[in-house]
């Protein structure tokens, strides 16, 4: 089946309406379908319609985004890769797609004739890699239909509308910066694509969004530094990870909307109202949720992804009644509201003890001046694993924190070791614990 392109949908009743503002230049939807049209058509002249994906260095810019909505006009999905990715990276993200198009050589396109305006609804649309956070990375593939039921529910939740704009403030290479995009071009709204150079405060004090994404460490940064500037927003989305108690005081004020999503599922499947920071919220319209006897989060979603890709195969493992069974822990309150308090995958032995790193990290956020923290199994010689935690604070006290941590945790729980959290690299939402355990010191026990 095939539906009508959301880009086309809104030029057709609304063409002088501003589509994004590119740094300072205002584009009309009719415009800009114009633009997408031209790329579509040196798409098909240079491309079979083959079903293959475009490898795309998803950049959050103008030119990046008229690409992409041209592929899906052209029936190819499109393979969204980290532009900060070394040569090496990106070539090793290439051959795991086996076959695949590029647009290294777009200068050589030709005009060709395009008329049409749709999508097709049910064919692969994104190949995402997940953060892997816990893990290696794994390669999500969404339809179209996926991909808008998520957004479309979303905008429901936040009752969205054409007279709304949205920041862009998350790389389009994650399936939260994507969300921005659909969500904006659904509703109609007006979409803020600022220069990647400009500062996070910058931006919020230039373009003043009524919509906007954050991660933690952003929040943070914004209400340290230029916190008036987050007065504009009408729903401030919040997901990436748990905040901490200690951020969740400082943006009390605000209306920020927690969720909870993965790139499997298209992005978020719960939220809260504006200003609820209590737990991650009910359900959203177009998902289920619900926990298993062991706490482990189960999802139904009509954005629930078409399945892995691997060995240019296409596939995903559901329980016996239909649903998806993450690697998440959780429980949902009398009224549904899902509290998340954990990964199953995360979870090490020392010394014949489990221990989960997320418990130690939730004692930790709850300390004063941690904004943030991670906690890694190292190997060591007598125990097997032991914990080390990288903590994001103004002052680190390796004994305070030990001290502290005892009053809430038996011992065998408590880090060996804390360290100064890294900086996050370019694009990077969160921690990756594999990265992190690889700084710990050789030989540090």
């Known amino acids: 089946m095939i539906t009508a392109h959301p880009i ?23 415009q800009w379908l114009a633009e997408i049209q031209t790329m579509a058509s040196r798409i098909d002249a240079h491309l079979p319609r083959d079903g293959l994906p475009i490898v795309l260095p998803a950049a959050s810019t103008y030119e990046t ?22 040569a090496e990276g990106m070539q090793s993200a290439r ?37 892997g956070s816990a893990g290696q990375p ?19 939740h936040l009752r969205a509308s054409a007279s709304d704009n949205w920041l862009w403030s998350l790389p389009f290479f994650h ?30 004090r230039r373009y003043q969004p009524r919509f906007a994404s954050l991660v933690a460490a952003q929040l943070d940064r914004l209400l ?20 901490s108690p200690a951020l969740c005081v400082r943006a009390a004020h605000l209306p920020l909307v927690m969720s909870y999503g993965l790139t499997e599922t298209g992005a978020a499947v719960t939220a809260t109202p504006p200003g609820d920071m209590s737990n991650s919220g009910l359900a959203l319209p177009h998902a289920r949720i619900r926990t298993a006897d062991d706490g482990t989060i189960e999802i139904q979603a009509d ?20 649903w998806f069974r993450t690697t998440d822990l959780g429980h949902l309150d009398n009224k549904g509201n899902l509290a998340v308090i ?8 020392s010394g014949g003890e489990n221990i989960d790193p997320i418990e130690i990290e939730t004692h930790l956020k709850a300390l004063p001046h941690i904004t943030d923290a991670v906690v890694v199994g190292v190997p060591h010689p007598r125990f097997g694993m032991r914990p080390v935690a990288f903590v994001q604070t103004p002052n680190l006290e390796e004994e305070a924190l030990t001290t502290a941590l005892k009053e809430r945790l038996p011992k065998f729980k408590i880090p060996d070791a804390f360290l100064p959290m890294p900086p996050l690299e370019s694009g990077q939402l969160k921690p990756s614990r594999a990265v992190l355990a690889g700084l710990v010191p050789q030989h540090w026990f």
């Open 342 to 349: 954990g990964r199953s995958d995360t979870i090490f032995i």
């Open 303 to 322: 954005s629930l992804m078409l399945g892995y890709f691997e060995c240019d195969m296409v596939s995903k493992s559901l329980t016996a009644d239909g």
């Open 175 to 204: 399936v939260s910066g994507l969300g921005i995009v659909l969500r904006a071009a659904l509703a109609g709204g007006m979409l803020l694509i600022p220069p990647s150079e400009m500062s996070l405060e910058k931006k919020f």
């Open 95 to 131: 051959d795991s797609l086996i076959r695949y198009h590029t647009m290294q050589d777009k200068k050589e396109f030709r005009d060709h004739s395009q008329s049409d305006l749709d999508i097709a609804e049910d064919a692969p649309a994104t190949f995402i890699w997940t953060s």
């Open 8 to 30: 086309a949908a809104q030029a057709a009743s609304r063409a002088d309406a501003i589509a994004l503002i590119d740094g300072a230049a205002a584009i009309t939807y009719g």
């Open 65 to 86: 985004l008229t690409t992409f909505w041209a592929a899906l006009m052209t029936r190819h999905p499109v393979a969204l890769l980290s532009p900060h990715l070394p």
């Open 224 to 243: 340290e530094v230029a916190p008036e500037t987050l007065s504009t927003c009408r729903a401030i989305l919040c997901g990436g990870g748990a905040f």
């Open 138 to 156: 794994k390669i999500v593939v969404h339809t179209w239909r996926q991909l808008a039921a998520s957004a479309a529910a979303m905008n429901t």
